[in-house]
């Protein structure tokens, strides 16, 4: 699951002062990531912030 920057940034867009976070998995990891979420009792779109913010504070740049 490695989060990447999305190609289509332009710049001075809204992009690019907040770019989008695009994750490459497949059908099966993104069914994983709604069980976590429901067990949770939160959003796909919230746990993967959250995996994202982890990401930065254990100091990934590219995440």
């Known amino acids: 699951m490695a989060p990447q920057q ?4 332009e710049p001075g867009t809204a992009d690019e002062r907040n770019p989008r976070i695009t994750f490459a998995l497949r059908p099966e990891d993104w069914e994983q ?5 429901k067990a949770r009792r939160s959003s796909v779109s919230q746990l993967c912030r959250e995996i994202v913010g982890a ?3 254990a100091g990934y740049a590219n995440a």
């Open 6 to 9: 999305n190609e289509n940034t």
């Open 55 to 57: 990401a930065l504070d």
């Open 33 to 37: 990531l709604d069980r976590v979420a």
